[in-house]
C-alpha cells in the first residue's frame, strides 16, 4: 500500500475497518481484542504507533522486532485469538 492511502487512512481517523493503537514499546492487550473484531467482520487495518486523535507517535525503534514476533505469535496462540488466525 502507498504511504499517500496510508495517510489518507489515517486521516480518516478510526472507524469500523480502522484502528489505531498507541503500542510504541509493546502489544497492548486492546490490540488482539481490536483483530478479534477484524476477523469476526470484513477485515480491517491496524495500525501500531498511532494515538486515538491519528497522531503518529511511532514505535521505539529497538521494540520493533520483538513486537512483530509477539503479534505473529499470538495470533497463533488460542489462549490469545480463538480459533487462532
Do not use: Y
Request: charged letters at 25%; proline letters at 4%.
Amino acid at each position: 500500500m502507498k504511504i499517500e492511502k496510508l495517510n489518507e487512512m489515517i486521516n480518516s481517523g478510526e472507524g469500523i475497518t480502522v484502528e489505531f493503537k498507541q503500542s510504541k514499546t509493546k502489544l497492548n492487550r486492546d490490540v488482539f481484542e481490536s483483530v478479534c473484531a477484524f476477523l469476526n467482520r470484513n477485515g480491517g487495518h491496524l495500525f501500531l504507533g498511532v494515538n486515538d486523535s491519528g497522531c503518529i507517535v511511532g514505535i521505539d525503534p529497538e521494540e520493533i522486532d520483538k513486537m512483530k514476533k509477539d503479534f505473529i505469535t499470538s495470533m497463533n496462540n488460542p489462549l490469545k485469538i480463538s480459533p487462532t488466525f
